[in-house]
């Protein structure tokens, strides 16, 4: 079964919805699966990842994370079929910036995922990039930015958003 959706949209995205006006318009044909092939990427927004340095970030809640083992060595994310794909933790949150909080916009059950572009502008997070965040579609559509410590490969080889 496949769909048409008509988008418009401008570099400002919230709570996966678009906000518009006048905008360039795409047609893009999709269908429900979770390919990326499908999608119609939507460029970061502006204001960076999740929170500024200043303000800290989500807080790590009791669980491990995809970069606890100390000294291991990750495997890099790699370039297939048009998209950056990395290995993650399944369930990861996909946040945006809102007002300088970060806000749960949806969850990554997919491993591996694939991902746009990286930012080490973001609130901390921890781990062997403390300030870096991916920007990434969420299973439920919704774009925003994934925490690094939640991506288990390493996302040097990502570009830079």
């Known amino acids: 079964m496949k769909r048409t959706v008509r988008i418009c949209f401008t570099a400002t995205v919230l709570a996966g919805a678009l906000l518009t006006g006048g905008a360039t318009t795409a047609t893009a044909t999709t269908s429900p699966s979770t390919t ?12 960076g990842p ?3 340095r200043e303000m800290g970030l989500v807080q790590k809640a009791d669980v ?3 970069q606890d083992a100390p000294g291991v060595q990750a495997a890099p994310c790699w370039y297939s079929s048009g998209n950056w794909w990395c290995n ?29 572009c990286r930012s ?5 997070v921890g781990g062997p ?6 920007w990434t579609q969420a299973d439920n559509g919704a774009w925003g930015w994934m925490r690094d410590i939640d991506i288990s490969s390493e996302t040097d080889p990502l570009p830079v958003c």
């Not at 946040?95 to 909080?101: P, V, W």
């Not at 990039?129 to 991916?134: F, L, N, S």
């Open 36 to 47: 990326p092939a499908a999608a119609v990427p939507v460029p970061p927004p502006s204001e």
């Open 50 to 52: 999740a929170v500024s």
């Open 64 to 66: 491990s994370t995809a």
């Open 88 to 116: 993650n933790i399944s369930g990861a949150g996909v946040y945006i910036n809102d007002n300088g909080q970060a806000r749960l916009v949806g969850t990554m059950y997919s491993n591996p995922s694939w991902f746009i």
């Open 120 to 124: 080490d502008d973001g609130g901390y």
């Open 129 to 134: 990039h403390p300030y870096r965040w991916e």
